[in-house]
């Protein structure tokens, strides 16, 4: 039962015994709200119509309370929210005259506002809904808007049609950002038309950044797609001009673009403006990509449509019906088709010179794809030549200079070839070695006319020097014409040219300008010695030699020496003795040392075959000073064995000697075994001795042990029980020295380690080095004692082999020994008699 609140005497038999506290304190403080509140509290677990009784009693006497209304339509909406609307809609108008009543003096609170706009939004009540919403519009400051307009939208799609449309057109004056809002409602409500007309709008601002994070481009993509989609309903753009700024917008998307375009007339029906859409597109873009885009877009439409045509004459010819016109229609349609399919290769070609108009390769493509069209093989050719930028052109631009000539050539137009190797040799190409091969295919084609004095004239003309004939050869700025004359590829032809067709003196004065020019290189100077030779000026061949050695330094005149001598020396053998020595001298006067060895070794054999035996070892001995480090084993090896050959095995020794001397540890070992078993051979047994002793310094027990056996064997053989315990002495002392040395490194490397954590720990280092000082001078503690009997070990070490090389020592060739003082320290006799295996 409802209670109306403007009659309070209906209401007072609502009054039960508990409320009469309640009652007295509202009496007494009618305006407190508190009293009120507790009052309210005190009835919520009561009827609906005694809470209304206290609510209109309350209101009454505040009627600004905002606490209040608020609970107030709290309660009266949740009362009837699970009510249907439309049977119980004396319910709802209740409510509805509360929130009217509430808003006389609430009409700037927002949330009053929203909660009648939510409650009028389940009435069904549409025109009613939107005035109130546009009253609290009106009501509310601005700044309030936007939540109004949330719920306002809300309502708008869910009501739809005009009603949306026109509440988002209002809400866009106030948000223009949200029109990808509107335009999705738009489409949803198939108003293709105003949705295309905001899209393209929000296309050209640049302004504008998409809520949903969407990229200028895929705006356009979504445009060309609704226009292409629906293209009878957009009636108020024009929609070529769009698709095309995207064109030139959209430099990636190009095909996709074009497509859409076509599409767009496609669906038009319009199949002739399609086609010719097409046409431009494969015609215009730049990427191979894009043009398989647009190629297999334009052939899948043709063959739509002639589907389409085929089945239409099928069933004409299953009726009976003739239609010449559909007929020639169809026939045409096809012959299109087929002329497309024929043409791919050409546009694609047409796309790749478009990317890159000096693309040299590309062009001779072209060229190919017309080879059964000598007409347009010439037009080709001819637009290639007007095309390419000389300077920029990839590939080799003279190739296709010289292939026009020889299609010339080929087809017998002999005249019209000359002409165009005559225009050719105009072209400032990007690189002089380019216009010297087309000058080298120009003579070429003479040759091959037989034209051979054609042919020299036009190598003459080549190499024809300019008025400044001192000009770089790698001056880049200067025109090729003017460079080519000193072109080492042009000359070397044209002295090939000079010897196959030419005379001896036309050729040598090729071969003396190319000297001149100072051009040539090693091939050339061998070449020219090798036709003079062939020709018997042997002379005058030694005397390009000798100008080539002066051309070059070293590495590369060593080649130009080695063939010179080994030619002068088959020439004159011993006749010119003197001046074979003076060459060879010269020769070696600045040769590195890493080449000088075959030039001694050719040196003396030349005085072993025509001088004398003692020059040859001179010049073996000056080998053995002057070669690299690489070569100087090997040297010594050779100067031993012609020694030895020449002199006797005795001559060797002071080779022998020097050798051991010169050469490094590992070389002088094996040259001391060698010189141990000449010795041994020869009976010098305490000399071979003495060799093993001073070898042994060189050879670790634990790394060479095939020299302490091939001593060991040697005293085996010849030495007696003395001279094996002092080999094995020597062994312990080497052997010592060399675990010596690897403890002292280990200790020394430990001290240093204690050191630094003893520092780190303290900081304070006793003894810390300065710059330079080495490790040994750290002082650590705890570490000093086992140093100094590293260190003592190690001298005492070195002692012992000093005091054996010195008892071991090289016996002069000149003193004989006394064997029975073999040894210098006197035998125990009760010294064990120890084999080599007991050694360790």
Sequence with gaps: MEVDGNDENQGFYMIEELDIPFEEEIL????????????????????????????????????????????????????VQELNPVRFEKEYLKVNNCFERALVLLHKMPRIWLDYCSFMMNQCRVTKTRRIFDRALKALPITQHPRIWELYLKFARSVGGETAIRLYRRYLKLEPDRVEEYIELLLSLNRYDEAAKRLAQTVNNDRFQSMFGKSNYQLWMELCDLICEHPR??????????????????????GRLWNSLANYWIKLGHFEKARDVFEEGISTVMTVRDFTQIFDTYAKAEETVIERKMEEAAERAEEGIDDPKADLELDLRLMRFEQLMDRRPFLVNDVLLRQNPNNVHEWEKRVSLWKDNHT?????????????????????????????????????????????FEKATHVDFKNVNDLAALWCEYAEMELRLENYNKALDVMGRATVPPRNPNVDFRDE???VQLRVFKSIKLWSFYVDLEESIGTIESTRAVYDRILELKIANPQIIINYANFLEENKYYEESFKVYERGVELFNYPISFEIWNVYLTKFINRYGGLKLERARDL????????????AKPLYLMYG??????????????????????????DRFEMFNFYIAKASANFGVTYTREIYERAIEVLPDKEAKDMSLKYAELERKLGEIDRARALYAHASQFCDPRTVPSFWQTWHDFEVKHGNEDTFKEMLRIKRSVQAQYNTEVNFISAQILATRQAQQSGQESGQVQGVPSNGSSVSEISVPGTSNAMQIAEQEAMQTKANLTSVSKSMTFVPSSTQVNKENVSSNPSNPDEITMDMDDDL
């Design 477 to 479: 700025s200067l025109p």
């Design 605 to 630: 054999k030349l005085e072993e075959d025509y001088g004398l035996a003692r020059h040859a070892m001179r010049i073996y001995d000056r080998a053995t000073r002057s070669v690299s480090d690489e």
């Design 28 to 79: 007494r403080n009618p305006y407190t709200l508190k009293s009120w509140l507790r009052y309210i509290d005190h009835k919520s677990e009561q009827q609906l119509t005694q809470q209304i009784f206290v609510y209109e009693r309350a209101l009454k006497e505040l009627p600004g309370s905002y606490k209040l209304w608020k609970q107030y339509l709290d309660l009266r909406r949740e009362h």
């Design 584 to 595: 060879f001298e010269q020769a070696l006067e600045k040769c590195p040392p890493k080449y």
């Design 376 to 420: 347009k093989v010439v037009e080709t050719y001819t637009k290639a030549m007007r095309t390419i930028d000389p300077k920029k052109a990839t590939g080799k631009f003279h190739v296709l200079w010289t292939n026009f000539a020889k299609f010339y050539e080929q087809g017998g137009d002999i005249e019209n070839a000359r002409t165009i």
């Design 233 to 254: 309903e957009i009636k108020s753009l024009k929609v070529e001009p769009i698709i095309r700024s995207g064109i030139r917008r959209f430099t990636d998307q190009v």
